[in-house]
Nanobody, 118 residues
């Protein structure tokens, strides 16, 4: 199984980025997908999740209203549109997959770095 994130980079305060995560080696449409970030010196923070059929999405309070998660099962890809970025959004963003909405994240990507400059 491979989850490959892309789309990170350096962006100014208030800017936008769109992260992508391309999956291979798993039945993508059967997996619940999510994004988890880790800022320097801090533990992992769950950001957002999406159900298998795109019917339900969930967000951490810290990103609600600014981030949007989506998926394209035909392309085996999950996205995270990030708007109104803040310095506290600076982190390594990992894509993750799990078999049910309540189990641990089973598969992880290596991450893509997002840095927001003030």
């Amino acid at each position: 199984v491979q989850l490959a994130e892309s789309g990170g980079g350096l962006v100014q305060f208030g800017g936008s980025l769109r992260l992508s995560c391309a999956a291979s080696g798993l039945t993508f449409s059967s997996y619940y997908m999510g994004w988890v970030r880790q800022a320097p010196g801090k533990g992992p923070e769950w950001v957002s999740s999406i159900h298998t059929d795109d019917s339900k999405t969930f967000y951490a309070d810290s990103v609600k209203g600014r981030f949007t998660i989506s998926r394209d099962n035909a392309k085996r890809t999950v996205y995270l549109q990030m708007n109104s970025l803040k310095s506290e959004d600076t982190a390594l963003y990992h894509c993750a997959a799990r078999a049910t909405p309540v189990t641990i994240w089973k598969y992880w990507g290596q991450g893509t770095q997002v840095t927001v400059s003030s």
